[in-house]
T-cell receptor
Framework: GAVVSQHPSRVICKSGTSVKIECRSLDFQATTMFWYRQFPKQSLMLMATSNEGSKATYEQGVEKDKFLINHASLTLSTLTVTSAHPEDSSFYIC?????????????FGPGTRLTVT | AQSVAQPEDQVNVAEGNPLTVKCTYS??????LFWYVQYPNRGLQFLLKYITGDNLVKGSYGFEAEFNKSQTSFHLKKPSALVSDSALYFC?????????????WGLGTSLAVNP
């Protein structure tokens, strides 16, 4: 149980275009989802926290107009990188917290490798 | 300020030998502590956590960790390493003081188990 999927697993896009990454909780309802960014040989950086049906809360320094997050249902959150640039190339990981579970409990997706050329 | 330190970028160990991956933390309140493992190009998998109770926590795949409050450490251990344990290991802490419920992550330690 508690499986989280991400799609696509890897994507290459041209500079200036937008790309959408999906995060789905497959066997549970996720009231809260998190988006992380991971640079090579570096730790996870929390980008934003999204609660179903409300606006995402972004961490300091993360541009909300560039990284659009939509948590439209209890099983799906999307991250859209708008007007992507090469510096946005990174490994993006989502995690999901099941409803009614302790707030430290979260399950991670397999990640999406974004390369902007 | 809250922080997590994993002092070793890489740990090398021979298969069958015991392994230790170190983690120290700094929080103002009582910590919740976690270990996660990441295999290449994959997301993080939960290994174990300390919330309260027994200082020695046993987790998945034969791993265990000991919460040491006086040394503010939560080192990950396994009595006999396997080649398949080779991966990137992350320690994380949550400070339960105040309203901050975010996880603070270490930089990760790459474990290489040699056959």
């Amino acid at each position: 149980g508690a499986v989280v999927s991400q799609h696509p697993s890897r994507v290459i896009c041209k500079s200036g275009t937008s790309v959408k990454i999906e995060c789905r909780s497959l066997d549970f309802q996720a009231t809260t989802m998190f988006w992380y960014r991971q640079f090579p040989k570096q730790s996870l950086m929390l980008m934003a926290t999204s609660n179903e049906g409300s606006k995402a809360t972004y961490e300091q320094g993360v541009e909300k107009d560039k990284f659009l997050i939509n948590h439209a249902s209890l099983t799906l959150s999307t991250l859209t990188v708008t007007s992507a640039h090469p510096e946005d190339s990174s490994f993006y990981i989502c995690s999901a917290r099941p409803g009614g579970r302790p707030d430290y409990e979260q399950y991670f997706g397999p990640g999406t490798r974004l390369t902007v050329t | 300020a809250q922080s997590v330190a994993q002092p070793e970028d890489q740990v090398n160990v021979a298969e069958g030998n015991p392994l230790t991956v170190k983690c120290t933390y700094s929080v103002s309140g009582n910590p919740y502590l976690f270990w996660y493992v990441q295999y290449p190009n994959r997301g993080l998998q939960f290994l174990l956590k300390y919330i309260t109770g027994d200082n020695l926590v046993k987790g998945s795949y034969g791993f265990e960790a000991e919460f040491n409050k006086s040394q503010t450490s939560f080192h990950l251990k396994k009595p006999s390493a396997l080649v398949s344990d080779s991966a990137l290991y992350f320690c994380a802490v949550r400070d339960n003081a105040g309203n901050n419920r975010k996880l603070i992550w270490g930089l990760g330690t790459s474990l290489a188990v040699n056959p």
